[in-house]
T-cell receptor, first 116, second 119 residues
Framework: AQKVTQAQTEISVVEKEDVTLDCVYE???????LFWYKQPPSGELVFLIR??????QNEISGRYSWNFQKSTSSFNFTITASQVVDSAVYFC?????????????FGTGTLLAVQP | GAVVSQHPSWVICKSGTSVKIECRSL??????MFWYRQFPKQSLMLMAT?????????EQGVEKDKFLINHASLTLSTLTVTSAHPEDSSFYIC???????????????FGPGTRLLVL
């Protein structure tokens, strides 16, 4: 069965600290996509990144970076020099292309609070 | 690009009334849209998958007669909560996939959500 685990329920950091949000997934298929979404207090989910299972290159976008490790089934997200505006709930999600329904499986989310 | 809108953003209604929520893809065509429900401090729960021109596929435990979904065009899907009750109060979010995005067509873009309060 497909599953996404975000073990960190809440993280609190002080501005300018680096923070890593963990994501571990389970799937039996070899073809899949992984995603990260940000949900600020306003409620809208903002797409951050998509990674397919064949591409293990890490990615950096400004202060954001992602570490995809197939060997450990992890897709961790690091924010460097965190800012108050980074405060949000972050969701990791899996889209199993081999599944019958081709839908997103969400983790339970990590609430990140960045204190000034 | 890839903007999804929802209307209304807030709705308060009396128990027993029906509420319609619209989800639109503004700058792309979406053959598939999704409807989610989210309770406070919880993750998103998929309610149904809406396919343009065909019946929606509902997740187990979601009453299709309670939550009517219509995907009338490539840019519009509607969710109607019929005979709403206080337990239907929740945050409803839609998402859409860009059918013409090629490599990116698996990405779901989300609307801003609709907060429903049933009194």
């Amino acid at each position: 069965a497909q599953k996404v685990t975000q073990a960190q329920t809440e993280i609190s950091v002080v501005e300018k600290e680096d923070v890593t949000l963990d994501c571990v997934y389970e799937t039996r298929d070899t073809t899949y996509y992984l995603f990260w979404y940000k949900q600020p207090p306003s409620g809208e989910l903002v797409f951050l990144i998509r990674r397919n299972s064949f591409d293990e290159q890490n990615e950096i976008s400004g202060r954001y970076s992602w570490n995809f490790q197939k060997s450990t089934s992890s897709f961790n997200f690091t924010i460097t020099a965190s800012q108050v505006v980074d405060s949000a709930v972050y969701f990791c999600a899996l889209n199993d292309l081999g599944g019958a329904t081709n839908k997103l499986i969400f983790g339970t989310g990590t609430l990140l609070a960045v204190q000034p | 690009g890839a903007v999804v809108s929802q209307h209304p953003s807030w709705v308060i209604c009396k128990s027993g009334t029906s509420v319609k929520i619209e989800c639109r893809s503004l700058d792309f065509q979406a053959t598939t849209m999704f409807w989610y429900r989210q309770f406070p401090k919880q993750s998103l729960m998929l309610m149904a998958t809406s396919n343009e021109g065909s019946k929606a596929t509902y997740e187990q435990g979601v009453e299709k007669d309670k939550f009517l979904i219509n995907h009338a065009s490539l840019t519009l899907s509607t969710l109607t909560v019929t005979s709403a009750h206080p337990e239907d109060s929740s945050f409803y979010i839609c998402s859409a996939r860009d059918a013409g995005a090629g490599y990116d067509q698996e990405t779901q873009y989300f609307g801003p959500g609709t907060r429903l309060l049933v009194l």
